[in-house]
């Protein structure tokens, strides 16, 4: 150890001590000895206490990248995955450009990226992903965080990780409202309309194989398909999550015809999808998303899409905060409701 000073003693618990400084890593604590305000033991305990909560803190600063923030850092590049009309979520106005909660929600996390990367620049690449490709997407690295409508499903947990819940669904059906279905049961013997890949198709295909329902099951792409699907009288219902419904009937060329009906069949916990075994990419999104619940951000983000007038057609959902979107929002935790 390089400096002036007579060495008081032996090195002690990895800090090397002289007798006017020491010195903890890169760390250096200058010892000012002032008689009688403290012996000499109290005050070293007390700098040594600190100096370690000092390297704790630079350590952690400094943990090198892995993973998903590395190949960001390296490549200057982050791709996100969005939907093109999951209204009010995730979907592309007029202009092409990605708006809706989960995209004002991502681009928190964007920007805690672009600090953390040190790439106040960073190139934003937007990626369109469907229910079938949007967790092969996320698996071969083509999508580095998929900012969607996913469903935080442990039977998923196999393939992806799933960031903290943002938002809670229930499944339920749209359907004209004149057409006489007012619940599930009222389906025997009609054709339903759901999108591939989730969960409201894996629930309506029990449904109908269970309960012998004689139904005829048409497995849309996206919501777009499901919607035209429903208005064209091919189905005489949708089956999907209650407030993505609700963003259907909002499209619909005459809103008040429709209705949303039927016993809530599941609740969906929706999460953003990043690649499993990477806790360094998973806690940098976490962090910002319980940051907006703890500081009531993610209210007045809330309240901009879902209770005030949103694009295309400036309609409000009026689709006031559940009690259990307010549980979620006061303990935030990354659990599937299955």
Not at 57 to 63: M, S
Not at 199 to 204: G, K, P
Request: glycine share 8%; aromatic share 8%.
């Amino acid at each position: 150890m390089s400096g002036a000073g007579r060495r008081l003693g032996p090195r002690h618990h990895g800090f090397n001590i002289c007798c006017n400084y020491f010195v903890f890593g890169n760390i250096r604590i200058t010892l000012r000895l002032q008689r009688p305000a403290m012996n000499f033991p109290s005050r070293l305990t007390a700098l040594l206490v600190t100096a370690g909560a000092l390297a704790a803190g630079t350590a952690h600063a400094a943990e090198p990248l892995s993973g998903t923030l590395e190949k960001i850092r390296q490549t200057n590049l982050i791709s996100i995955g969005h939907r093109e009309t999951s209204v009010p979520f995730s979907y592309v106005d007029a202009s092409g450009k990605v708006i809706g909660f989960s995209q004002d929600l991502c681009d928190r996390v964007i920007a805690a990226v672009k600090a953390r990367t040190g790439k106040p620049d960073l190139q934003v690449r937007f990626i369109p992903v469907t229910s079938q490709n949007r967790i092969p997407l996320v698996q071969n690295g083509t999508v580095d965080l998929e900012c969607g409508v996913t469903t935080n499903l442990a039977a998923r947990h196999a393939q992806v990780a799933f960031s903290t819940t943002f938002f809670v669904a229930t499944t339920r059906l749209l359907t004209r409202t004149q057409s006489g279905i007012r619940d599930f049961p009222d389906l025997a013997g009609k054709t339903v309309v759901t999108n591939q890949g989730t969960t409201s198709e894996r629930l309506l295909r029990k449904m109908n194989e269970e309960k012998k329902m004689n139904m005829q099951i048409i497995s849309a792409k996206d919501y777009g398909e499901g919607r035209l699907t429903l208005e064209s009288g091919r189905a005489a219902a949708y089956m999907m999550d209650d407030v993505l419904l609700a963003g259907v009937r909002q499209l619909a060329a005459k809103p008040a015809d429709w209705r949303i009906v039927g016993t809530p069949q599941s609740s969906e916990a929706y999460g953003f999808m990043l690649r499993k075994d990477d806790p360094q990419f998973k806690a940098l999104v976490d962090g910002v998303l319980v940051q907006l619940m703890k500081r009531g951000e993610i209210d007045a983000l809330y309240d901009k899409w879902f209770m005030k007038p949103v694009p295309p057609k400036g309609l409000s959902f009026d689709f006031p905060m559940s009690d259990v979107i307010k549980a979620r929002y006061a303990s935030p935790n990354d659990l599937a409701l299955e």
